[in-house]
């Protein structure tokens, strides 16, 4: 009886603790229903309010044609472009934020971190920024400086473009300032804006995936919410630290902490032309390789506008057809990467540059946003630029074209030689 009335109590004491565990796991699994519910409907209130933000430059964009198609004054015209070009912008922030989320997602973010001269984000904001801030009167500075940081110069340039695009959406007088300053092993780069300012609850959430800022500030930011989704995990990767701070009615102050260093020499982007100067392309023959009509009319249009000797063809196959005509005159091969047929971008390159026996300057312009394909580019000494395509990314282009155009053997030269230009194997298309 004892024995019984012991493996009884024994049994319940067993059943109470495997009631208590299921107990448990059905708490936990209900909890994490709740959060996948609520990320659902995060993530519907988000891309609904994102695809509205997208149809706002998209309708910009076709009323400004319109108004253009009607208009006799150049001065308007020039105004009416000035309002596309904006228009533009916006929307090229709002894809590239919602490709960076994505591109998170699935892992694809290749991160390549070098040293780099803390000055040249600077620059490059002050380049990208200054025009846009004077269009809504503002003001924009940057604070120059001396220190070195280790960070991947792509992805770091896109966090702070992100910021200062925000910054300069939010704010309706007064301005913006980008600058940087040495805080023990770290230098803390900070924007900071004379905006209404972020609620606490704001700050606390603003790069958090989904999150869409208070209503008062959402008019003045259209489109910016998916870059900043992006901002949090994309410095989280490069292992940088990212905070808000704001005083309602006064302004906001982005900072983001990176790791110093002053022991090597920062390497230098390849010096472009300057912006804002004509440039003539006389002289430069142009092989243009795009298998989209409008985007190689678009191209070619671009290119031919500039002076330059302009063949475009839809296809790797119709390029090397192309080339028993131009091949001694080419200065510079522009494809795409997807390509019609049976090769891609790389592969046309390097055939090509294989038949003439020479490293023909090349560029590849690609839409493409989860392939990491600039180390693949790289390898092979080929330029890589991302559609949409940037004024400033066009004036990398045509420097490229007037180097080329320079370098290329006089009558009776011997063509620099080609020591490895077999096609890459660069995968299916």
């Known amino acids: 009886m004892a024995v019984y009335e012991s493996w009884s109590r024994e049994a319940l004491i067993a059943e109470l603790e495997r ?21 659902h409907s995060a993530r519907t209130r988000f891309l609904a309010a994102a695809g509205h933000d997208l149809r706002q430059p998209l309708n910009a964009l076709n009323l400004f044609l319109g108004v253009l198609r009607a208009t006799k004054s150049q001065d308007r015209a020039l105004e ?4 596309m070009q904006a228009s ?8 590239n934020g919602l490709l960076d989320l994505a591109k998170l997602d699935m892992g694809a973010i290749d991160v390549r971190p070098e040293l780099v001269d803390a000055n040249e984000f600077l620059e490059d904001l002050l380049v990208d920024f200054e025009t846009a801030a004077q269009a809504k009167g503002l003001r924009f500075h940057i604070i120059p400086s001396t220190a070195a940081v280790w960070t991947d110069r792509e992805l770091f340039q896109r966090v702070l473009r992100q910021l200062t695009a925000f910054s300069i959406a939010a704010t309706s007088q007064g301005g913006v300032i980008a600058g940087c300053r040495r805080a023990g092993g770290f230098v803390r780069f900070d924007v900071v804006d004379t905006s209404p300012g972020l609620s606490d609850t704001d700050c606390h959430a603003i790069f958090e995936p989904f999150h869409r800022t208070a209503d008062r500030l959402r008019d003045k930011t259209p489109g910016h919410a998916p870059g900043l989704a992006a901002v949090g995990p994309i410095a989280r990767l490069l292992g940088h630290h990212v905070t808000v701070s704001s005083i309602p009615g006064k302004g906001t102050r982005f900072s983001v902490a990176v790791s110093r260093s002053e022991a090597l020499t920062p390497s230098k982007p390849e010096p472009t032309v300057t912006a804002g100067l004509p440039f003539d392309g006389a002289g430069c023959t142009v092989l243009v390789i795009e298998d989209d009509t409008v985007s190689r009319s678009a191209i070619s249009t671009l290119l031919a ?15 090397l057809q192309r080339l028993e005509t131009i091949g001694p005159s080419l200065s ?3 494809s795409d990467y997807h390509l019609a047929g049976t090769m891609d971008g790389l592969q046309a390159i390097a055939t090509m540059r294989s038949i003439l026996r020479r490293t023909v300057p090349a560029c590849i312009l690609t839409a493409e946003a989860l392939h990491p394909l600039r180390p693949l580019v790289e390898q092979h000494g080929i330029l890589l630029l991302r559609k949409p395509l940037r004024p400033e990314s066009a004036e990398r282009l045509f420097q490229l074209a007037s180097e080329a155009a320079n370098a290329l053997p006089r009558r009776g030269e ?5 020591g490895s230009c077999q096609p890459p194997d660069s995968g299916s298309n």
């Open 19 to 39: 009631r208590d565990r299921i107990g448990d796991l059905d708490r936990h699994a209900v909890a994490l229903a709740a959060q996948e519910q609520r990320v």
């Open 80 to 83: 009416i472009a000035a309002g």
């Open 88 to 95: 533009l912008d916006s929307l090229i922030e709002q894809f």
């Open 305 to 319: 506008g500039f002076g330059f000797t302009i063949h475009a063809v839809p296809s790797a196959e119709a390029a």
């Open 332 to 334: 510079l091969i522009l």
């Open 414 to 418: 011997q063509p620099p030689q080609c």
